[in-house]
Each structure stands twice: as C-alpha cells, then as structure tokens.
C-alpha cells in the first residue's frame, strides 16, 4: 500500500455509533430547552468534540450548558451502545488487510478515550487498536476541525504527514485532515460527498477501502 499510516476517526467509521449518539444528543439538548432535532445534530455536531456541542449552544442561545452535561449524556451513550452498537460492515476485514501488509494504523477521534475504549470493547474492536494507537481529542488542545489531533497521531506513530492517510466521514474531520497535510478518503455512509468536497477520494462502502489504499495517484 501506497501509505505509511492510515489514521482512522472512530465514530462512523469503525462503529456505528453516529445515529446512536446524535439521537441522544438531539434528546439531551432538547430536554434542556434548546430543540434538536436528529438532522440538528448530524449537522451541527457530528465529528465534533463536546467542547463543540458546549461553544455553539452559548454561541447561539447566551446560555451555558450545565455542569454535568457530558457525564449525563455520556451515560446515555454507554448504555445505548451496550445494547445496540456494533462494528461499521466491512471494517474488521480492512484492519485483517492492513495487518497482513504491515500497514500501521491508528485511531484519531474527537470522542474521549473512555468513549472509544468502550465502543471497542463493546464491538471487539480492542484486539485491533491497543492504548498506543488511539488519540482523542482530549490529548490536544483543539479538536476538529483543527489539524492538531491527527498531526499529533502521525507524530506518536513516526510518520511524516505526507506519509499519512486518514479515513473520515464528517466535514469537520475532513477539514482538519486536509489542513494537516494528509490524504483523506471520505466515507459517505452516513454523508453525502458533497459535504466532504475537499477529501482526497470518496467511497460509500467499507469493503472498497482496501483496494483504494493500494490504489496508485
């Protein structure tokens, strides 16, 4: 494969965790008087870090978000994802591909590190990512679309930003890997490609992810 290092986000594209998270987000905000819907979230939040969801509901209403926000809504999601969570179609046979071609790989994530260690745990995921090749945004002092979280990765793993491809399914996460240097390839399961104009590729089903990496410019 043409790539050093392939960085994947987490949340959408390793697990399925975008519609049960944005429901229960939309839910937490709107019991708090400020209406969300579904479609509200996926917009306005997807891919973000909680600082987002936190930074533009003061933005826009004057009003703080209370104190114990995340730890209620994160409560929310933990349980949801004992229940319902699972792995995105596709993705265990990509990691199989990387491994048996010695391509390393990574998670690079706005979700907090208790988040992705319980979605991996949940899904089976842990035997492929070990505490060394996950990064969250609460390990950099910016989220996306930021490029600091997914330089950072590249930095811990060695490998030059060039070197380095991400693959993102949020507009936020795209822009921060563009601005990190880094070829990114938009998976449109959840977006269109329109909202991801400035990826590098584009594909809309995990198992077309082997054969892109490989693929020569």
């Known amino acids: 494969m043409r790539y050093d290092l ?60 209370p104190a114990d926000f995340d730890d209620v809504f994160h409560t929310r999601v933990f349980a949801a994802f004992e229940r319902e969570l699972k792995q995105v179609a596709g993705v265990e046979d990509v990691l199989e591909r990387l491994a048996a071609d010695e391509v390393p790989c990574c998670v690079a994530s706005s979700g907090s590190h208790e988040r992705i260690r319980v979605g991996h745990r949940t ?39 060039e070197r380095c491809v991400v693959v993102e399914d949020s507009p936020l996460g795209v822009t921060a890997a563009v601005s990190a240097g880094m070829d ?8 269109p490609a329109g909202k991801l104009g400035a990826a590098t590729r584009f594909f809309g089903d995990m198992g077309e992810l082997t054969a892109l990496l490989a693929e020569e410019n």
């Open 184 to 191: 990114v390839y938009g998976f449109t399961a959840m977006t």
């Open 6 to 65: 392939v960085i994947f986000d987490n949340d959408g594209v390793l697990v399925d965790s975008e519609p049960i998270s944005n429901r229960l987000l939309a839910g937490c905000l709107t019991e708090l008087g400020h209406p969300t819907s579904y479609e509200d979230s996926i917009r306005d939040y997807m891919g973000s870090a909680m600082h987002r969801v936190h930074d533009l509901v003061e933005e826009r209403t004057g009003q703080r978000l």
């Open 123 to 161: 899904t089976g995921l842990d035997r492929w990512f070990d505490d060394d090749r996950i990064f969250s945004s609460q390990d950099v002092g910016r989220g996306k679309p930021a490029p600091d979280l997914f330089l950072y990765a590249a930095e811990r793993m060695g490998v030059a930003p």
